[in-house]
């Protein structure tokens, strides 16, 4: 898990990642079929939540977007 969590911040913007970028780390570590089980598990344990204010971004993207606990991640600023 705590590898996994570590490929999800790595593929996040500015500490926001969207559930394609989630499924993409997963297929890293081998657990595509637990994909929503594990976005579940992740918001439960405060890892992650999602980004309400960007419902028209989700919209276009077609994916729920969701922002990385800012306490837990300094500030990810990947491209």
Partial sequence: MPDLT???MKKSL??????????KACMEFSLINRVDGLIAELKGAG????K???LVEASMLGT???ELNPSL???NSNS
């Fill in 6 to 8: 570590e490929a999800i």
């Fill in 14 to 23: 500015n500490n926001i990642v969207n559930a394609n970028q989630i499924k």
């Fill in 47 to 50: 890892f992650m939540s999602p």
């Fill in 52 to 54: 309400l204010s960007s």
């Fill in 64 to 66: 729920p977007i969701y």
């Fill in 73 to 75: 991640f300094p500030l």
